[in-house]
């Protein structure tokens, strides 16, 4: 059965460091693009960025790039999201998802980490 | 960079009415939109993908349709465990991918 499971919710101030996690099973990791997508508090789903494990092939989304760092471990079946110095803004919910083979949709998604960022 | 504009952003129908929902690329994007449903404290999940595939245990009332830039999403019948957001995803051949503004749906 594939999984994907998420570190827990996170409370950090402004200007601070964070690296949240995303661990797959169930499935050859290093052969899928894992991604991130954001969802600040009563808004919509915003595609952040993918990342494929096998090469750390990394995409984007014009918003995010050089604000955030997308990776994956695939000895340890890990992604992750981090942020070098983080803004009330950034407070929201985060889902990794993993996509197809195809690579044309998100197959199976993780429970999502909530972050808080406030002073 | 693509954007998509869904419509409308809200809606509000009886049980067993038939639901459309319309979504808009920037640019031509050929079959590459999925339709996606979010319930309130859930992950999203697709309901449709390449415009008109029915995903894995999708009910068949949800459908889609369209190619190039414009787009629809259906539910035939309403029913209550339908009421939820719904949004459309574009990508590319790259993999970079767009999500449209989400259209909520509630009964009326």
């Known amino acids: 059965e594939v999984q994907l499971v998420q570190s827990g919710a996170e409370v950090k101030k402004p200007g601070e460091s964070l690296k949240i996690s995303c661990r797959g099973s169930g499935y050859k990791f290093m052969n899928y693009w894992i991604g991130w997508v954001r969802q600040m508090p009563g808004k919509g789903l915003e595609w952040m960025g993918i990342?494929?494990?096998?090469?750390?092939?990394?995409r984007y989304g014009p918003s995010f790039r050089g604000h955030v760092t997308i990776s994956a471990d695939p000895s340890i079946t890990t992604a992750w999201l981090q942020w070098s110095s983080l803004k009330a803004s950034d407070t929201a919910m985060y889902y990794c998802?993993?996509?197809?083979?195809?690579?044309?949709?998100?197959?199976?998604w993780g429970q999502g980490t909530l972050v808080i960022v406030s002073s | 960079d693509i954007q998509m504009t869904q419509s409308p952003s809200s809606l509000s129908a009886s049980v067993g009415d038939r639901v459309t929902i319309t979504c808009q690329a920037s640019?031509?994007?050929?079959?590459?939109l999925n339709w996606y449903q979010q319930k309130p404290g859930e992950a999203p999940r697709v309901l449709i993908y390449?415009?008109?595939t029915l995903g894995t245990g999708v009910p068949s009332r949800f459908s889609g349709r369209g190619s190039g830039t414009n787009f629809t999403f259906t539910i035939s019948s309403l029913q209550p465990e339908d009421i939820a957001t719904y949004y459309c995803?574009?990508?590319?051949?790259?993999?970079?991918?767009?999500f449209g503004g989400g259209t909520k749906v509630e009964i009326k």
């Open positions: 640019q031509d994007i050929y079959d590459f």
């Open positions: 990342v494929y494990p096998g090469d750390s092939d990394t």
């Open positions: 390449d415009a008109s």
């Open positions: 998802a993993r996509l197809t083979g195809a690579g044309n949709f998100f197959e199976y």
């Open positions: 995803q574009q990508y590319d051949t790259l993999l970079r991918s767009s």
